[in-house]
Nanobody, 120 residues
Framework: EVQLVESGGGLVQAGGSLRLTCAAS????????IAWFRQAPGKEREALSC????????TYADSVKDRFTISSDNKKNMVFLQMDRLRPEDTAVYFC?????????????WGQGTQVTVSS
């Protein structure tokens, strides 16, 4: 069974940084994509970033590409999202998703999420 567990969320002041971790088990890490999403109250889920663990390719949403960095440690089956220069509008629940399609397919597996709150 594939399982994903996010951690690293918390409360931070605007301008600060957090690093989120997505720990995966039950899958061949190098064959998959891992994507990060977020969802704020009353808003649609937003795709933020994706990494192809096989070759390290990455993509970013325009809203975060100059502030967030995705990386992976294939030996530990972990993917990280380094978030810098955080803004109050970054406040949301952050999720990771594993699969073949950066979280866009019906077979992608999701974690339970971790709350990020950015105070002004």
């Amino acid at each position: 069974e594939v399982q994903l567990v996010e951690s690293g969320g918390g409360l931070v002041q605007a301008g600060g940084s957090l690093r989120l971790t997505c720990a995966a088990s039950g899958l061949t890490f190098g064959d998959n994509t891992i994507a990060w999403f977020r969802q704020a109250p009353g808003k649609e889920r937003e795709a933020l970033s994706c990494i192809w663990n096989g070759d390290g390719r990455t993509t970013y949403a325009d809203s975060v590409k100059d502030r967030f960095t995705i990386s992976s440690d294939n030996k530990k089956n972990m993917v990280f999202l380094q978030m810098d220069r955080l803004r109050p509008e970054d406040t949301a629940v952050y999720f990771c998703a594993a699969g073949l399609t950066c979280g866009m397919g019906p077979d992608d597996v999701w974690g339970q999420g971790t709350q990020v709150t950015v105070s002004s």
